[in-house]
């Protein structure tokens, strides 16, 4: 009869710390989620801390929330990156997996969530040669391409490892970034996105000198700052790649 009675007493005791911790730390909020055909990726926003799908064995998932508080956790292993999302995989097998977050204490907070998901590991040579494939197929059925891929290009001195002509940059990179004007001054100039082609327009407007920032695709490699021509008209960044056009000499863009 002891017995029962410091088991009830032990129950009765720890129901209030229970729902205690619950108001504290409500339940999380589960949210079903499907990547989209065209860019691969799902996006949220909301107060949902918990979300659930399907993914295909050996593809890779990245998460990215915009609060940096917001430690991403998922049933999958790790996958290292110097990728500011968090990777995870190579998935072990097809079925659906659990993306959450902690700490718990921002269990019902809003928020914004990307995922999306990769056939081959981020930063690799295949990964390379698919984006190469699918920026060409998309140059190659684009009635515009043409007159992009014969206007002049600006090229750096450099050649890449195979004695190629190199791109602006001269290496091949992970990331680009273009801003108009110097030092605290400077402002970051926003692209305008094709599927995972990144264009900067009219960059000759700018009535201040414009700088592309390349980030290299090999860790051990200095990022490295490029002034760009005044006369540079557009620029591209795909495939590891960023190549710009000029205004050819006496060209005049008409007003739109």
Partial sequence: MKTYLLVAVTCLLAAPAL???ELAHPMPTRQAFKLDAETGCFRYTGKAAEFVGRFKRGSYVSVTMDNPERIPIM???EFKTRDPAS?????????????GYMP??????????TICGRTFPPGSAEEAAHVDKVVQDML???????DVLNEPRVHAEATN??????????????DVSIQAGEGADASTLQ????????HYANLFESPFDVFATCTPAKAEQSPKTVK?????????????????SNLTEGEIVPAE
């Fill in 104 to 113: 718990a204490m921002l269990f019902g907070t809003p928020g914004t969530v």
């Fill in 161 to 174: 490892d195979d004695g190629e002509q190199a791109d602006v940059c001269g290496f091949p990179v992970r």
């Fill in 140 to 146: 190659d059925n684009d009635p515009n391409s043409q």
């Fill in 87 to 99: 990777w995870f995989g190579p998935i072990p097998e097809s079925r659906d997996y659990s993306i």
């Fill in 75 to 77: 049933d999958a292993p």
């Fill in 228 to 244: 760009l021509p005044r006369n540079t008209k557009d620029c591209y960044f795909a495939g590891g790649k960023l190549e710009c």
């Fill in 191 to 198: 692209p305008l996105m094709a599927g995972s082609v990144r």
């Fill in 19 to 21: 729902a205690e911790t």
